[in-house]
């Protein structure tokens, strides 16, 4: 507990050297977000030629120490007990603020998860920092060594540099899906270490009484997204985008009235009351592109509009327009990428999607879902 | 004891004038508005005529609420291709007093605001749905169930008067006694609104009304068209009953109708609409059998004490005027509880210009939808001024003359054209 | 039984109504409204549903802000808040999440006695969602972020985590934080009645002078981050390149050309 105290400027500025990494996993697994990390770690470590130090918890750690070194961390501390097998705040930031004290680190980064989040706030505190929230860019500043910390603002419209230079280290929360995953190199070099922890039973009070895996895999670190409106004229017309979806590897998104109407899950919706998503690909299917659904998705990367109405105001930021039924286009689509997936299985190796979605029954879907 | 000597239902001019009286004079008051701020959702825009807001706010001209002081005033008749346009511009406008642009919803919070500093207490964001009545005895309002008591309630909800009508204090209004208002605010730079209609300075302003006698079908409607310092406040009255007759008409193209006609497309050049509203106005004159009842009162255009024709469109004014009287028979009978004492109100508006020019100007709707105003007194008017202006090489007829070939052309009877005219100038 | 229940809110511009003067980098109100931050709604209701559930329970509601932060404060009166502290002074300036959470930390060890703090998942203007757990830190006590539901029940407090990959229910002793993801519930709207009597009760105001922090360590002087700059995001430009639905294997040949679908080659 940090008690009622300010933030510290410590006098020993520069010991404070190389930049840490919170590995977040789950079930002996790293996850993704956390290897981003570790991309953008490594980056700028060796800048100013710096370790790239990993952090990970669990209840044991030795797959993902390893996992940490071949995806490029200098060095990996895993801390292990049974009592570190889910994420606990309170477990996880005093484990986390007394390796700062012992590391003395000047970068620390964090994925801006839930979880990263709950866990950042605290640490930034406990170690009388500052951090700045969810970046999307991150670079070090070779002279001082300082963390060049950006983040989107107000409403995604401005991207804001946030400095904390006089206090340490330097913290960030780093928005998942913006850093690439690093390539895993089986000959890595690295240091490593597991540590047996142990918990205070103080600590563990917090139980967690139920986890119920989700059937969806989130929207926001999606790659690809096929998204339904009302156009769809009917529930089973989400048959048509699952199949485009599953063609494709991608997640099923909808607007929101489609979501209102009970034809599919509100952990669907894209807009200013759903989730926002900024994938590689975005194609909208029988969606009018209102503005509270444009300020979900407007950032993605490449937009395609299927629609009947030539001046829905979805065209005016799609990069591809098809004009016309999405109940003749989809099959359309369909057929024609299956003939062009075939030859690239002809050409190349048989890769698959490095991850697949979940699928949800969407049959199932067709009651309204009774409110919270 | 009722919990606040007076509830004010409505934050419009009416109802924050009220307020502002009773509070200044130490009442415990209690003003109600369904909008945050509260007339945020009122029509925006207008002129307000005359110095009646000095009466509860000595200082108001000095408010920056207020836009520009008019000094050029027209009166405008539009055909298909020709304008015919009085264009009144006075240095007498400095002593006689004409009237100011406000914009609506900054105006209503800024007046709201005022009542608040008085002492009153004000509540914005809940719409009171309807009285509590003992009797015929009005004791308060009710929201959510829940009763809030009065001594007396003033009722100043604007023209819709839906609590008054459904608690049987008014009469539902018929299509005739009512106009829908359509209005946009198109913002520009103020020193092209200066230039552009010839204004001495950003502070002052122009002011019309229009007969837009070139409408499709033609449907009846009159226009107006207002400075502000940065925008233009553009709008279209309908009579109801004549957009019912025509239902193929929407309110919203007699307004893009009336933006795209020739002389007034340029005004409007390169303007960015920043808002459209639409509102129901009543017409002409007194619309409520009785203004008053035991507990409470009625002021402003829930009153129907509004003069619009279509040509002029007054009510701000009025409002206040109303909204005062009531707060002031208030406080003059406090402690009364004679279901009679408020006649005071009554007799008091007789005394004020506001009864008088509800009398005068009653029936004269008449007028102001007619026919002829609309359709037959422009096109001849078109047609003189032709006649008068071109030269096609024959020789000058006398006016009398071209007004009688006019006149016939137009299927006028003289006769009929006569009594028009005689109402116009009696009644305008 | 009643509980001490204390909720944090903050007034924030209507996001779709500002604007950054891209000069000054700083935020243009201008005529932007200010609200509630929509997630300190859910904050307040899901605080207010507990007070249905448990009786007796009391509900103070606390922001630093400026002065007319009274008007957002005023607003929860009116949907059934018992008590409303706005923590102003001109020292609180230009305050990071540090020394926010600080403040705030500071004012509810004053109030004294609590069992659950509730917050926003996060602002709207600054979007952090750092200030909620800096105060569980600052007053070492336990927390559930970005929870749907929560509840009382046995003398612990439940929660409803939603994570990307599930949905976690935890138990906690009180006293412990909680914050609410926006629209996690139905705020309720405010009644006249409750308006009124919220009017004439009024909000207290507290300065720094009542929460014994010293002057360096809040607002801008005891903020460790600064803003360096801002700078707009431009929106991507986008063609519009129209195919027509006789032309899909000419659109996905394309597509495939540009990169655009790659089929897990990536
Ligand atoms: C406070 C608030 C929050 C909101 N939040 C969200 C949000 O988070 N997400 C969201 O999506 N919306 C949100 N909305 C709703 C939003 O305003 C729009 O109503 C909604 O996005 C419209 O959904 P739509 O495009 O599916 O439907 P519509 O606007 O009805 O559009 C349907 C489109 O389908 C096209 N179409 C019809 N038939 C076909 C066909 N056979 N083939 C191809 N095209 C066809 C039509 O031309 C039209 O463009 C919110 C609204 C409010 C007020
Ligand atoms: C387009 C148009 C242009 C006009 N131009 C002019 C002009 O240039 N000059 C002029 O003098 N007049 C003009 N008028 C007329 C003028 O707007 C009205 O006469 C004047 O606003 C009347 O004031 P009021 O206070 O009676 O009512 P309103 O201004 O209508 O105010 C009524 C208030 O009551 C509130 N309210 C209603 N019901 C409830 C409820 N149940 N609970 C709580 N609150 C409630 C409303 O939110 C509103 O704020 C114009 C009118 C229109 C429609
Ligand atoms: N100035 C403040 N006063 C009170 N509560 C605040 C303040 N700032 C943030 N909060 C609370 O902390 C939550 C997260 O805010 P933020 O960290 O700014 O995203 C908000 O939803 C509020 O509940």
Known sequence: MAGLINAEKPSNIDDYKNVMVFLEARDGKIKKPGLEMISVGASMAHKVNEMLIGITFGESVGSMVKEAGEYGCDRVIGYESPDLKDFRTLPYATLLSDLILELKPNILLIPATRNGRDLASRIAVRSRTGVTADCTELDIDPNGRILQARRPTYGESTLAEILCKSHRPQMATARPGIFPVPERKKDAKYESEARKAKIKKEFMKKEIVDFKPKTTVDLTSAKYIVSGGLGLGKASGFKLIQELADEIGAYVGASRPTVDLGWIGKDHQVGQTGQSVRPKVYIACGISGKAQHLMGMKLSENIISINTDPDAEINSISDYIINADLYEVLPKLVEAIRKKKSEFEMQSSNKKAEEKPVKENIEEKKEKKPPQ | ?428 | MGLEIIVMIKQVPDSSEVVIDPVTFTLNRGAARNVINPADENAIEQALLIKDKNPGTNITVITMGPPFAETALLDCMSRGVDRAILVTDRAFAGADTYPTGLTLAATITKIGKFDIIYAGEESTDSSTGHVGPGVAEFLGIEQASYTSNSWAEDGYVFAERQLEDGVETIKMEPPCLITVLTNANMPREATLRKKIDAMKKGIETWTLANIDLQPDWVGLKGSPTVVKSMRTINEKKREGKKFNVDEMDKFVDELVEKGILTFGVD
């Open chain 2, 1 to 428: 004891m009722s919990e606040f000597d007076v509830i004010v239902v409505g934050a419009g001019p009416a109802g924050s004038a009220a307020a502002i009286r009773l509070a200044s004079a130490k009442a415990n008051v209690l003003l109600i508005d369904r909008a945050d701020p509260p007339g945020s959702k009122n029509v925006s825009g207008g002129v307000l005529w005359g110095d009646s807001l000095g009466q509860v706010i000595p200082d108001w001209e000095k408010s920056n609420m207020l836009e520009r002081y008019i000094e050029a005033k027209g009166v405008t008749f539009l055909t298909k291709d020709s304008k015919i346009a009085l264009d009144f511009r006075s240095t007498k406008f400095g002593e006689v007093r004409s009237g100011y642009t406000v914009l609506r919803t900054k105006f209503d919070a800024w007046l709201a605001k005022k009542a608040k500093d008085a002492g009153a207490m004000v509540v914005s964001g809940v719409t009171v749905d309807k009285l509590a009545m003992e009797g015929n005895k009005v004791t308060g309002v009710i929201q959510n169930d829940e009763v809030v008591t009065a001594d007396t309630v003033i009722l100043a909800e604007g023209a819709n008067s839906r609590i008054a009508i459904d608690s049987g204090l008014k009469k539902k209004s018929d299509d005739r006694h009512m106009a829908i208002s359509v209005k946009e605010v198109i913002k520009l730079p103020e020193k092209t609104i200066t230039e552009r209609f010839n204004l001495t300075n950003a502070k002052r302003g122009y002011a019309s009304e229009y007969v837009l006698g070139f409408l499709e079908g033609g449907v009846k409607a009159g226009g107006f068209l207002y400075t502000n310092r940065e925008s233009i406040s553009i709008g279209a009255v309908i009579s109801m009953e004549d957009l019912r007759k025509n239902n193929q008409t929407y309110s919203y193209d007699i307004i893009e109708q009336f933006k795209e006609h020739p002389f007034i497309a340029p005004l409007l050049a390169d303007g960015r609409v920043e808002e459209y509203s639409a509102h129901l106005v009543p017409e002409a004159g007194l619309s409520v059998d009785s203004i008053y009842g035991d507990g409470y009162m009625i002021a402003g255009d829930a009153a129907g004490l509004t003069f619009s024709n279509g040509l002029v469109l007054q009510g701000m004014n009025y409002a206040i005027v109303s909204g005062i009287g009531a707060a002031d028979s208030y406080l003059a009978t406090k402690g009364s509880t004679s279901p009679e004492r408020f006649e005071l109100y009554r007799d008091s508006l007789k005394k004020t210009f506001v009864l008088k020019d509800m009398n005068t100007f009653k029936g004269s709707d008449k007028v102001t939808w007619s026919e002829t105003i609309h359709n037959t007194v422009p096109a001849m008017a078109e047609e003189i001024m032709l006649n008068i202006f071109s030269e096609n090489g024959e020789p000058k007829k006398h006016l009398s003359k071209i007004v009688v070939e006019s006149a016939l052309k137009n299927k006028q009877r003289r006769k009929d054209m006569i009594v028009d005219m005689y109402r116009m100038m009696r009644r305008l």
